[in-house]
């Protein structure tokens, strides 16, 4: 264990845990769009900056991938940390303005007149989808491509991956609402992906619950009861509730 001060609370945490895990068991927040509790920290928004004093020196770091250090002194919201994620929004803004989450953050900081302007991209580059579908997921359907500024997240060669098994984990943790997921008529689409997969039926209900290839992905790496497969989780929670009714009655 180590002893560290955030915002003037000295606490005790394992070493080498980040500074945003910490401050989060603290109750204070600091601001990220690329950071997941479940995922690799990859500490590319820089929106969790924070200033870190160390022997007596004071830097800018991310929060996300800073590790807890013996007798470091954090400042979550120092004049210095607020004027660089000034920075950081208007540098967002510059890119992707419409996105209503980079917006809700520039009103909280009082950004009004981006001095970058304001561009119409919808993707950020935070690469939590990438990072979801290779960590979590394995699937890795998705990855960057390119550099510079035509740097991009997308399929290989931008066409269908047959890796894609539709389970829309990228879709949820899209901070920006960049990767649109629609199931229409028994398909799941992707419209990002260039992606459509058929969706299963329930064999109770006849409801679609879930694309074909994310249940028989699973399928292939778990060993489950079949009636998981067959059956969407409404009626599978209904039977188990009857079942354990019916056990009441015996
Ligand atoms: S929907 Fe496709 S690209 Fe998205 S996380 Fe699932 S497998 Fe990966």
């Given at each position: ?85 000034k920075?950081i929004i208007e540098l967002l803004l510059s890119r992707c303005s419409k996105a209503?989450?980079i917006q809700?953050l520039a009103?909280?900081?009082?950004v009004k007149e981006p001095r970058f302007g304001e561009g119409d991209?919808?993707?950020i ?126």
């Amino acid at each position: 264990m180590v002893s560290l001060t955030i915002d003037g609370n000295v606490v005790q945490a394992e070493e080498r845990t980040p500074l945003i895990k910490i401050a989060e068991k603290l109750g204070i927040r600091i601001p990220t769009l690329c950071y997941h509790p479940a995922l690799e920290p990859y500490g590319t928004c820089r929106l969790c900056t924070v200033e870190v004093v160390k022997k007596g020196r004071a830097r800018l770091v991310t929060a996300c991938n800073y590790p807890a250090e013996e007798g470091i002194v954090v400042h979550t919201k120092s004049e210095r940390v607020i004027k660089a994620r000034k920075l950081i929004i208007e540098l967002l803004l510059s890119r992707c303005s419409k996105a209503k989450v980079i917006q809700e953050l520039a009103e909280e900081y009082g950004v009004k007149e981006p001095r970058f302007g304001e561009g119409d991209e919808d993707c950020i580059l935070c690469g939590l989808c990438v990072r979801v579908c290779s960590e979590i997921v394995g699937a890795n359907a998705i990855s960057f491509t390119s550099r510079g500024i035509d740097r991009e997240v997308s399929t290989p060669f931008h066409i269908a991956s047959e890796e894609c098994i539709g389970c829309g984990a990228c879709a949820y943790l899209c901070p920006t609402d960049a990767i649109k997921l629609e199931d229409i008529k028994g398909t799941r689409k992707i419209e990002r992906w260039d992606t459509s997969r058929p969706l299963q039926r329930c064999s109770i209900c006849g409801n679609y619950f879930a694309p074909v290839a994310q249940l028989e992905y699973i399928k292939n790496r778990l060993n489950l009861p079949e009636e998981i497969f067959q059956n969407c989780p409404n009626c599978r929670r209904k039977s188990y509730a009857e079942q354990v009714a019916a056990l009441g009655h015996i």
